[in-house]
């Protein structure tokens, strides 16, 4: 039991490092909460920041959930489901205990979580949400609905911790986002500068 508490408080740690605060302030300084949305995430970061500073968040964040969710291999715990141990490290990312219970819409991290779980998996869902960037033309959206795809595309794998996470993720992210729903209903929703309806749009 206490092997279990370490690593959910060490999933919780992982996740609460703000990556996009520590690299806008140590490389350019500049806090990103104070910038464009405010999010310290990914899609905020490549907006205020540029997309050097941008990946280099991204594979930060998605990071972050790996280490989270791999504690029960590196600790051969292997009656605890990586998972659930990772849920953690999204809590530590929305809720930073170092940004003042702050923080991101942990899309990245739950990426994270599962490339620690089901590689292939993460293959294909990395798939799925770069196609819906490219189509939409807004990170939101793309994330939304690849969480609803992802969600549906897990019982195909018959494994009921994946799907239940998959939900509760989904629901999370969708809470997450709900500025980003009022702003998708009143038609002022950022598009990211490529991608077919960003083009579409300017034409």
Known sequence: ???????????YLLGSIPSGVMIGKKFFNVDIRLSGSGNIGTTNTFRVLGPKAGTV?????????????????IFNTPNVNPLLIGLAAIVGHTFSIFDHFKGGKAVATSAGILLAYNPSFFVIACFVFASLVYLTSMV???????????????????????????????IFIFYRHRENIKRLRNGTENLIPFGYWYHHKNK
Not at 57 to 73: C, E, F, H, N, R
């Open 1 to 11: 039991m206490l092997k279990i508490i370490a690593m959910l408080v060490i999933a």
């Open 57 to 73: 968040v991204l594979l930060m964040d998605i990071l972050k959930g790996t280490l989270a969710a791999s504690q029960p291999y």
């Open 140 to 170: 939101s959206v793309a994330s939304m609905s690849a969480m609803v795809i992802i969600s549906v595309w897990s019982l195909a794998y018959h494994d009921f911790i994946l799907t239940l996470v998959a939900l509760v993720l989904t």
